[in-house]
């Protein structure tokens, strides 16, 4: 089975500040990972990914995330936080199945 | 280029009636897949269907609930008798053919649904 855990429910961060949500994730076999942002009463969009490749991946609006196989960690960066990143924001995992098992969100707020 | 379009976006049901939600996938792409959100709580799989197929419904509950995808027309997903409890957003995605497959999942806005 695959799993996600976001152990934080809020990340609250000062606009210009850095911005770390953490995931880590349990999958058979090599892991396919993503992130998503929800925004109130909307879809998800998605972030970025990690297939294969540099462990390092850059995705939209300037966020980036680091595939960490040791530590089964995909935590999502940002290197200056703006008001407009607060959204609630899901990492997911599938083992190349088509199904993706999403963790429980992790709130941002950033703050003016 | 359209992206997952669902009807409707919010649905009001009084205890006991039927709820049809409708997902058109993106165009080109014939895997869709529905997902729960219940409030305070993430996304959890509900089932994935290709055209006229049920490829998984482990998420699905047992009862009351069904979810096709017909060769023509979008899919629906169907709750029968709904309780308090089936209050929740619904979600669409579409991924395209395993062939070209990334592994994202392209989400719609989210059906809405209250049970009175």
């Known amino acids: 089975a695959q799993s996600v855990a976001q152990p934080e429910d809020q990340v609250n961060v000062a606009e210009g500040n850095p911005l770390t949500v953490k995931c880590t994730y349990s999958v058979s076999g090599n892991p396919y990972l993503f992130w998503y942002v929800q925004y109130p009463n909307r879809g998800l969009q998605f972030l970025l990914k990690?297939?294969?490749?540099?462990?390092l991946v850059k995705g939209s609006y300037g966020f980036e995330a680091e595939f960490n196989k040791s530590q089964t960690s995909f935590h999502l960066k940002k290197p200056s936080a703006l008001v407009s990143d607060s959204a609630l924001y899901f990492c997911?995992?599938?083992?190349?199945?088509?199904?993706?098992?999403f963790g429980k969100g992790n709130q941002v707020v950033v703050i003016p | 280029n359209a992206g997952v379009m669902q009807n409707p976006r919010h649905l009001v049901r009084r205890r006991g009636q039927e709820a049809r939600l409708r997902c058109s996938p993106v165009?080109?792409?014939?895997?869709v897949y529905w997902y729960r959100q219940l409030p305070e709580e993430g996304l959890k799989f509900m089932v994935y269907?290709?055209?006229?197929?049920?490829?998984?419904e482990s998420g699905m509950p047992k009862e009351r609930f069904s979810a096709e995808f017909p060769k023509e027309g979008p899919s629906i997903l169907r709750i029968q008798q709904v309780v308090r409890g089936d209050s929740a957003a619904y979600f669409c995605?579409?991924?395209?053919?395993?062939?070209?497959?990334?592994?994202?999942?392209?989400f719609g806005e989210g059906s809405r649904l209250t049970v009175l």
């Open positions: 997911a995992v599938s083992s190349g199945n088509n199904r993706l098992a």
């Open positions: 165009k080109g792409h014939s895997h």
């Open positions: 269907l290709q055209k006229e197929n049920i490829i998984d």
């Open positions: 990690y297939i294969t490749g540099d462990n």
């Open positions: 995605a579409s991924s395209r053919d395993r062939g070209q497959n990334t592994g994202e999942l392209f």
